[in-house]
């Protein structure tokens, strides 16, 4: 028997392919998809089936592309969409695979169409659940893509598929969902990368509750979406049949500020924050390349021509974080880094850092017309670890969707200190401030644990 997840850092996303004998099945795949024929190819498998679990929103499906190269059915959900490949599953029926079935469940919450998969062991008793972005570890799926108005009827589908398709297939059932911790597809995903059924049944807050009217209550909100998301919703009704990462090409300083210079060009440049901050290109985007696909959704489009600064390697991992993501049109990176950059004499900027007990002294000796304070967590960060009185609350991912509005609401006299809780994400809203406001924007390092301003305390919500 085969049982193989994969795992696509930075999206945080877990595809799979399980077979018995000679057929495999694969699920959810990614784009770039030979990982699922070498796999098959060294089992010694053929892959027989396609199953998508929804349509996605967060990356461009590998179906149409691995079918392509298999010959494998595709089967796809959310049945009220033009999908122009593959076919419909059919809820309720039983796909084999060698000795083993994969039974499909209509499970509607995050989608209406939405399905998982029930892997049956080799006596047809429940096994393993492919759940798709139903049920995650820790969380459930979204469910504000139909709109606020459509809320409680999607909350309510999501509590009968969870109450009662899911829990009652047995405790003891292994859960595998598409996303682990740092998807964008759940804001509270646990970092718990082996769970049950039993395990969420008991540890899961969004399988606690005595009431549907409570659990919609609880779920119901509109949650903010990344810019991309649109372009990948309409690009998986359609995804294309077979396409290869795209070559990068390597820029002299010359070649890479004549290509800045043309329009729709973006410079991401994915060193540490501690390098970018000593010295980075003027108009460079900071985001880390462990972080690059968490963030760069929130801002940038998907026809944006992107050139990369790293330390001069071919950025190999990069490439195929945007790739997955719809990012094709990759113009090139920094040969050598910005040790070329510095040696050909080019422009290069800086930003300041703080850390939390300089801030908190300074904070307690200036009066507040002379500095702003901009907190970009999240706000389970915030009910988590305190709020931080008389700070601009503004998470970075609303601030990247909305950059020109809240860059004019935060364009005051005095100083802006950007505050994330270690510095990582501070570092980027700062490279996307530096250059769209007139005040001093320096970065606050380290978190809470730190904090002892006596004019701006912690305050811990009851």
Not at 343 to 348: C, E, F, G, S
Not at 354 to 382: F, G, P
Request: negative net charge; charged residues 25%.
């Amino acid at each position: 028997m085969l049982f193989k997840k994969v795992k696509s850092e930075g999206l945080a996303h877990f595809s799979y392919i399980i077979g018995d004998q000679t057929e495999a099945a694969v699920i959810d795949p990614r784009r770039d998809i030979d990982i699922y024929l070498e796999i098959a190819k060294k089992e010694g498998m053929k892959i027989k089936y396609i199953f998508e679990t929804h349509r996605n929103e967060d990356y461009i499906i590998g179906s149409r592309a691995l079918a392509k190269r298999s010959n494998a059915e595709i089967f796809h959900a959310d049945g009220e969409l033009d999908y122009q490949y593959g076919q419909l599953v059919e809820a309720g029926k039983d796909y084999q695979i060698g000795r083993l079935k994969i039974k499909a469940l209509h499970t509607p919450g995050h989608t209406k169409g939405s399905h998982s998969y029930l892997l049956k062991d080799y006596d047809q008793n429940p096994w393993m659940l492919f759940s798709g972005d139903i049920l995650f570890a820790g969380d459930v799926g979204r469910i504000d893509f139909y709109g606020e108005d459509n809320i409680p009827e999607i909350a309510a589908l999501l509590y009968d598929s969870l109450y009662n398709k899911i829990l009652p297939l047995g405790e003891e059932v292994i859960l595998c969902p598409a996303h682990g911790a740092g998807s964008v597809c759940g804001s509270q995903i646990a970092d718990r990368e082996l769970t049950t059924i039993g395990i969420e049944k008991h540890s899961n807050p969004y399988l606690q509750f005595q009431s549907k009217d409570d659990f919609i209550n609880e779920v119901g909100k509109m949650e903010a979406k990344p810019k991309y998301f649109a372009t990948m919703e309409a690009a998986n009704l359609n995804p294309a049949a077979a396409k290869d990462i795209p070559f990068i090409p390597a820029l002299s300083p010359k070649e890479f500020e004549k290509e800045m210079k043309k329009e729709d060009t973006v410079v991401i440049d994915i060193r540490s924050d501690s390098d970018y901050a000593a010295s980075h290109i003027p108009g460079s985007v900071f985001l880390w390349e462990n972080i690059l696909s968490s963030f760069v959704g929130w801002f940038l489009e998907n026809n944006k021509r992107i050139l990369l600064v790293n330390s001069g390697n071919y950025p190999k991992k990069a490439a195929s974080y945007l790739f997955r993501m719809g990012y094709e049109n990759l113009v090139g990176y920094l040969a050598r880094g910005m040790l070329s950059w510095h040696m050909a004499a080019k422009n290069t900027e800086s930003t300041a850092i703080i850390n939390v007990a300089q801030l908190c002294n300074l904070l307690d000796t200036r009066a507040e017309s002379e500095y702003m304070l901009l907190d970009i967590r999240k706000e389970e960060e915030k009910e988590e670890e305190g709020y931080i009185a008389g700070a601009l609350e503004i998470p970075l991912t609303v601030l990247q969707a909305d950059l020109v509005k809240y860059a004019e609401e935060i364009d005051r006299d005095g100083e802006i200190y950007i505050f994330c809780g270690s510095g990582m994400r501070s570092m980027t809203a700062a490279s996307l401030l530096e250059n769209k406001v007139e005040n001093k924007v320096k970065v606050v390092l380290g978190g809470l644990n730190a904090w002892s301003s006596t004019s701006c305390p912690i305050e811990i919500e009851e």
